[in-house]
């Protein structure tokens, strides 16, 4: 369990898509998101679809548990657009999947493209009715005239079938693309962010929005940073954080002002000016910000590391990991094939304990906390998705090392030998297992702890 406080040894669970080489950009996992009990697995791809996945009851009645999924709805959620006034096409992608908790026998989720935000309710159907008085069993219209007595239609057992049907859809609110969409603990509302600005929603209200954070300067020249990513606090329902591409993060509370131009806090970590070069502004960029369960610390990502930061103390974080600081020598050859401009995503433990997050080469980084406000780190992880992996389920997974420089020992690989086509960009935790789903290209792999 999440909570069992020792060190957890990883093994495979399942892989879900093809393991083919040959794989279509429309295929891409680009979102991986839990529900609230984790019952269902969400994943976005570039190709607009949304798949669901839901836990398959044996594996949890089965002595260990197991983290087994199986797929529960497949459905097209945007298509692409084309925006006339601007001459500019509307990608089809999936940015973010967000669940709302569950208010009864259905589901319902949030998911969004670079423009358009929808609401859609996963329901359940296996029961139908027959016996209309004024069409046939088929559907069609019967003839008035040849109904000569009044039946009552009866409810009877049918196959099960999930329908995934758009509730609400949210458009025309963003000028830049959208990078967040948050729900907030009231459920009733939720933020979407894109480049410049913060909008607030009602779930209800499709046609209208209140734009709370606003920092587009009058003059676009004078433009020197932009919203990389937003959330809204777990419990505190007036409180939402946003990142940006300078490194730093803003606590604001809309009970001060409609537009939060003024933050309540500011999370910034002081540069060290002997180690500033031409990436630092890059690298410091944050590409993700996650508050914990508890709602007591945020966890930031930038290039080359994960911080944890205490929502009462600003001056610095108090816990860092490095993520790969062995790139740092790499900078300049990732800065001409473009991944330095990656945005990797990052995620909490159900008991707030342990992080996760993504790296290169099919890698991905488990780092153990120390107690509660200890700072003290219990141990870290390099495990990786792969098709090796695949072929030894119910196997521990082997812990990978990587070498900074061309001496390496038998068991490393080198940071040459690295592929960055194979990167893992986004990641989920299971919310009160240690279950996690790892995005790596078309694959979704699931893994376990192994009890």
Known sequence: MAGNGGETTWCFSQVKGTLEDDVTEADLISCVEFNHDGELLATGDKGGRVVIFQRDPASKQCVPKKGEYNVYSTFQSHEPEFDYLKSLEIEEKINKIRWLKRKNQAHFLLSTNDKTIKLWKVSERDKRVTGYNTREEGGRPRDPTRVTALRVPTVRPADLMVEASPRRIFANAHTYHINSISLNSDQETYLSADDLRINLWHLEITDQSFNIVDI????????????????????????????????????????????????????????????????????????????????????????????????RMETKPVETYPVHEYLRSKLCSLYENDCIFDKFECCWSGDDQRLMTGSYNGFFRIFERGGAGAGARRGELTLEASRDAAARPRQPLRARRVAATAKRKKDEISVDCLDFNKKILHTAWHPHESIIAVAATNNLFIFQDKF
């Open 216 to 311: 587009k300067p009058a003059n676009m020249e004078e433009l020197t940073e932009v919203i990389t990513a937003a959330e809204f606090h777990p419990t505190e329902c007036n409180l939402f954080v946003y990142s940006s591409s300078k490194g730093t993060i803003r606590l604001c509370d809309m009970r001060a002002a409609a537009l939060c131009d003024r933050h309540a806090k500011l999370f910034e970590e002081p540069e060290d000016p002997h180690a500033r070069s031409f990436f630092s502004e890059i690298i410091s960029s944050i590409s993700d910000v996650k508050l914990s369960n508890s709602g007591r610390y945020m966890m930031s990502r930038d290039y080359l590391g994960l911080k944890v930061w205490d929502l």
